[in-house]
């Protein structure tokens, strides 16, 4: 008979105890024996967020192999891929071995069901028997290895018509086109840092979308290829390449766009530390700031606010909000231009 569990999985934790296993220093990751409210996946991808690849690759110095020993030893350490610097995840893609005997019945799925997760790999039991490949350029590594998914984990079905790999890029970033849904309103400049990336282009074209032909969405890009491949798009009205870690000289810019009205919503999708300041300087008062960036110190960008006398509204960038899956998935198959673009980079 199957050992009872805790809905959010408090029952994995080992240290330190009373903790929920995402601030947990380490889970267990045993999976010979599931527990009752637990959910078996056979794992194919992990999809490891931005900010923490990038720092991964960079410690690795761009050497593959280094990579996988460092994710190996992160899951040694921790039972689950909680960066230890950045302190983010990622999520992953995989098959359904085995579902607990307390959920069987209760819940959309049945075992052989290929499915996306959609918590974060920092709470995720994890082990990882082997790692098959690394593909740097879009953050993804297959492996073989199992996950355990808690009762209160929420999952995405891998449905027919779109490709599985275009599936989980899209999902790993789902929370950021959906909270720029309920944020952005007709006639909003928008404000898109990071906009060429994976959650930065879903958020350009969601955000024209909604603010409509009397808005103005604005992407900045580092990168100056990502930044011409997203012009291109005509998902913006405007695309700049800037450093974002300068905020004077791409507060200038904004001021020249908008006519120094600056922004109405400014949403931060930045895999680098030290872009509060510019998502802030850039955005009116009264104005809101979406943090959607693991990057994000809260300490510099409540203090920088307060510095500068910013009145603006600042949010979390949480991956989760209602429908988001479904929402982001639906736009590839409004957009025949975003989808075959997301074919291409991610899938």
């Known amino acids: 008979m199957q050992k009872k569990g805790t809905k959010h999985g408090i029952h994995r934790v080992i240290e330190p105890k009373g903790v929920l296993p995402q601030p947990a220093n380490k889970i267990c990751n045993n999976v010979d024996e599931i527990f009752d409210n637990e959910i078996l996946i056979d794992v194919q991808t992990l999809n490891i967020d931005s900010a923490s690849f990038t720092q991964i690759k960079e410690q690795a110095g761009g050497d593959n192999q280094k990579i996988a020993d460092i994710m190996l030893d992160i899951v040694a350490k921790q039972g689950k891929h909680r960066n230890p610097v950045t302190g983010s995840g990622g999520m992953l893609l995989g098959t359904v071995e085995k579902i607990g005997d307390a ?5 959309d799925l049945k075992e052989g069901d290929k499915i996306a997760t959609l918590v974060s790999l920092s709470l995720t039991p994890l082990r990882i028997d082997k ?58 400049t928008v404000l898109i840092i990071g906009a060429g990336g994976k959650s930065g282009i879903l958020c350009c074209y969601e955000a024209k979308k909604r603010a409509g032909k009397n808005g103005k969405v604005i992407g900045i890009e580092y990168n100056e290829t990502n930044a ?40 931060n999708n930045v895999n680098v530390p030290d872009t509060e300041m510019t998502s802030i300087l850039c955005t009116k008062n009264d104005g809101v700031v979406y943090f959607f960036s ?8 409540a203090l920088g606010a307060e510095g500068v006398g910013s009145d603006v509204t600042m949010i979390v960038g949480n991956g989760y909000t209602k429908g988001h899956a479904e929402l ?15 074919t291409e980079l991610y899938a």
């Not at 798009?233 to 600056?262: M, R, Y």
């Open 103 to 107: 959920l069987k019945g209760k819940i």
């Open 228 to 267: 011409k491949r997203l012009q291109e798009t005509g998902f913006c009205d405007v695309v700049f390449s800037a450093n974002a870690t300068q905020p004077v000289p791409v507060l200038e810019k904004i001021e020249a766009i908008t006519n120094g009205k600056l922004c109405d919503v400014t949403i």
């Open 294 to 301: 693991m990057a994000t110190s809260f300490t510099k960008a």
């Open 131 to 188: 790692i098959k490949d690394i593909r740097k350029d879009i953050d993804q590594v297959d492996i073989d290895g199992k996950a355990i998914l808690f009762e209160s984990g929420i999952y995405a079905k891998i449905p027919a018509d779109l490709p599985e790999n275009l599936v989980l890029s899209a999902l790993d970033v789902a929370g950021a086109p959906a909270q720029t849904a309920k944020l952005v309103k007709e006639g909003d």
């Open 328 to 342: 982001t998935l639906d736009l590839f198959r409004e957009s025949e231009k975003l989808r075959n673009l997301f």
